[in-house]
């Protein structure tokens, strides 16, 4: 099996804090500079995997990487440089306790909710007559919040987020714009790619001088679902599901082999082929939507790689 990274214990100059999230490691340097490193975990059902999948931190940090640059041009961002293929170095920020997710098609999340009757989703209306995966007539806006305990996130209206004080009413509004505008070009990206962008999440915060930037990744299989293009409207007249672009295939994986996060649950064994196969599938992810051949890094020995590239990116500022 490839080496793969699993966590990082790294002391750079000038390193003030890190923090750990699920996937991505983030190291805080003074004056406001982040080194954020996209290890190879993976995680389904808020639970991280005990094995680590070859090249899934590369592919998701260099994929996250090109969209930050194909949208710099509508919404400022975090993003400074990329010394190596798993790091992003940028500004740090002050993040808003808010994920703004944007919903093109009745799926996941809003599918569910669907089902259950409900036709209002966030404070906004969904139309009766709906089947899953249906085109809503305009993207709509669907805020989660971070949950006072526990890494869910809870679904959560506009009105609610302004009452709260959890944004202001002005910075609200800038959120929602930077939303439909990254929304509008990362659907106008997919269809280049014969791909159907059908939702997905943004993150953003205020740097130290008060500017509002999109921060942590953006477009990648982790945090947005696509369809293919091709044969869409077939499969939806037929009521048929979705050939879906997203790391969808490994929850249904873990589903049928009894797993869905739940307490007393057991993480399955993911065996040497199945991991392979795992990360076979995270490439062709990255050619499908980046439209480009993927290039291996070198995996013989990562941690000094990351070190080395970081140390000398560093030192030539």
């Not at 090109?66 to 400022?76: E, G, L």
Request: with cysteine.
């Amino acid at each position: 099996m490839p080496e793969t990274i699993m966590t990082t214990n790294f002391n750079f100059p000038n390193q003030i804090g890190v923090y750990k999230g699920k996937v991505r490691e983030v190291y805080h340097l003074k004056n406001d500079i982040l080194i954020m490193i996209a290890t190879d975990r993976l995680s389904a059902f808020d639970v991280v995997m005990p094995k680590g999948i070859p090249y899934k931190g590369q592919i998701l940090n260099q994929i996250a990487t090109k969209m930050m640059r194909a949208t710099s041009d509508i919404v400022p961002n975090w993003l400074v440089a990329t010394p190596d293929p798993n790091v992003a170095v940028g500004q740090a920020c002050q993040p808003f306790k808010v994920e703004m997710v944007i919903r093109g098609y009745l799926s996941g999340h809003a599918a569910r909710e669907y089902k259950a009757g409900k036709r209002i989703l966030c404070g906004v209306p969904m139309p009766d007559g709906m089947i899953e995966n249906d085109r809503f007539n305009e993207p709509i806006i669907t805020p989660a919040t971070k949950a006072e305990e526990g890494n869910h996130d809870e679904d959560i209206s506009k009105e609610d987020i302004i009452k709260r004080g959890i944004v202001s009413a002005e910075d609200y509004a800038i959120l929602e714009n930077y939303t439909k505008a990254l929304f509008k070009r990362g659907t106008e990206i997919a269809k280049k790619r014969g791909l159907l962008l059908v939702d997905t999440k943004y993150e953003f915060g205020k740097n130290k001088a008060g500017e509002i930037l999109l921060i942590d990744e953006i477009h990648t299989p982790d945090s947005s679902r696509y369809f293919y293009a091709d044969g869409y409207d077939e499969r939806q007249s037929r009521g048929e599901g979705q050939k879906q672009l997203s790391k969808e295939f490994v929850r249904q994986w873990l589903i049928s082999n009894g797993f869905q996060g739940l307490e007393g649950q057991t993480v399955p064994e993911m065996t040497d082929e199945y991991i392979n196969q795992v990360s076979e599938r995270y490439i062709e992810l990255y050619q499908n939507i980046t439209g480009e051949t993927f290039i291996k890094a070198d995996l013989s020995n990562i941690q000094q790689r990351i070190e080395d590239n970081v140390l000398n990116y560093l030192a030539n500022q």
